[in-house]
């Protein structure tokens, strides 16, 4: 602790921490700052639903799909350890060779297929698909969920 002394009065500054850099304090000046790697709740006290706190359980496989001006590929991935269970892609050897085009109605059927086959393999029967904010579901995606649902997959799917 470092004190100096100007007279009568004493000037106090904090301990050094161990690395020779002050520990600052947060908001609440309750505990030393830390980097966190999840952002700060504007509400502390907000209620967390049941269905929010196990839908991850409930529901464990969540359905990716990718389509791009060349290529379609599709997931099957576990929520809650964020492993792929089963991927299918249109630029994978098996089905390169195959299609005319990789990118058109029939080939994200393909994809379908071959993807309802694997998550079969896994033991995977029900999954969620939820699009994402710049995709309509319409089109090669509701083909290729289309294509799961008819090999056997039970695709539960959320329209926000």
């Known amino acids: 602790m470092l ?3 100007f007279g009568h009065e004493q000037v106090h500054w904090a301990p050094r921490s161990f690395f020779g850099v002050e520990d600052f304090l947060d908001d609440d000046n309750s505990k030393p ?4 790697k999840g952002k700060k709740s504007k509400n502390p006290n907000k209620h967390i ?3 929010q706190r196990t839908g991850a359980y409930m529901e464990p496989f969540t359905l990716d799909i990718l389509i791009s001006k060349r ?3 599709a997931s099957l991935t576990h929520r809650v350890t964020c492993k792929q269970v089963a ?3 249109t630029n994978s050897k098996d089905i390169k060779a195959v299609l005319k085009s990789r990118c058109d109605i029939p080939a994200c059927l393909a994809v379908g297929q071959i ?3 694997r998550a079969r393999e896994a033991d995977v029967y029900t999954a969620t698909y939820t699009p994402r904010d710049r995709d309509k579901f319409e089109g090669k995606i509701r083909a290729v969920v289309q ?3 008819d090999n056997g997959i039970d695709i539960k799917v959320y329209l926000d």
């Not at 700052?33 to 966190?36: G, I, L, S, V, W």
């Open 71 to 73: 290529f379609v590929s």
């Open 115 to 117: 993807l309802a086959e």
């Open 49 to 51: 639903s049941f269905k």
């Open 147 to 149: 294509s799961l649902i």
């Open 87 to 89: 991927v299918a892609g």
């Open 3 to 5: 004190c100096l002394e």
């Open 33 to 36: 700052y830390t980097y966190q």
